[in-house]
C-alpha cells in the first residue's frame, strides 16, 4: 500500500478557524489506516485542537477562499 499526502512536514498552509483564515507550518503529519479508509491530518503544534483534515487546508490563502 502506497500512501501520497498532499502536503510535507515544513509545508506553509492555510486553513479556516474560528470563522478566520489562520496560516500554519506543518510540524507533523498523522496516518491512520483501517480497512475502510485513510485518513490524514496534519499537526501544526502539540495540541489537538490544531490538527486539520487534508481537505481543510490549501497552499494559498486565495485557494483557501474560493474553496468557501
Known amino acids: 500500500m ?20 489562520w496560516n500554519f507550518t506543518i510540524n507533523s503529519i498523522v ?9 490524514i491530518e496534519y499537526k501544526f503544534v502539540s495540541n489537538e485542537r490544531m490538527m486539520r483534515k487534508e481537505h481543510e487546508l490549501f497552499t494559498t490563502k486565495e485557494e483557501l477562499l474560493k474553496s468557501l
Do not use: H, Q
Open 2 to 21: 502506497d500512501i501520497k499526502t498532499k502536503f510535507k512536514i515544513g509545508d506553509y498552509v492555510f486553513t479556516m478557524m474560528d470563522n478566520r483564515v
Open 31 to 39: 496516518i491512520r489506516v483501517s480497512n475502510e479508509k485513510i485518513i
